[in-house]
């Protein structure tokens, strides 16, 4: 099993990806095409506004990671979020998620970032331990709103 940059070649299986990740936490409103575009746009413009990186076995991929930048006064530099997250479920506890969070953490250190953070399905207890393992913790204090735009 290898870790990299995601590669346009990539997007039809990444897109494979992107469903089942979708169905696993719930979330409705996949769109293949908009999905598509937004990838490619990670894909093709690296670094820009975020990227991808995927795990592959034997050709297949087994798991994906995309990471978005963003700028903080409040943290005095360069953010990133954990967009999406996601291991097939027969690639788990071998060390996949592991792999592609440490190959992430790798790529926004030596682009200068100086915190990481993610959103997390509360009812999601695996993945939360998982992020303790890897020193994720709640921040104290706060909680996440949101709106929608559009």
Not at 129 to 144: I, P, Q
Request: proline share 2%; with cysteine; charged share 25%.
């Amino acid at each position: 099993m290898g870790v990299r940059r995601a590669r346009a070649e990539d997007v039809p299986q990444l897109l494979v990806l992107v469903r089942r990740y979708r169905e696993f936490e719930g979330i409705g409103g996949f769109e293949a095409l908009r999905m598509e575009l937004l990838l490619q746009e990670l894909i093709v413009r690296p670094g820009e506004r975020g990227w991808v990186v995927v795990a592959e076995a034997q050709g297949a991929l087994t798991g994906y990671l995309v990471m978005v930048l963003m700028m903080s006064l409040e943290h005095q530099g360069l953010m990133a979020e954990i967009d999406e997250f996601f291991v097939l479920p027969e690639a788990r506890g071998g060390g996949t998620g592991t792999q592609l969070l440490a190959r992430a953490e790798a790529e926004l250190r030596q682009r200068g970032c100086v915190r990481l953070q993610l959103q997390l399905a509360s009812r999601n207890t695996r993945a939360r331990s998982f992020y303790e393992r890897h020193g994720f913790a709640a921040r104290a204090g706060y909680g996440l709103l949101d709106k929608a735009l559009k």
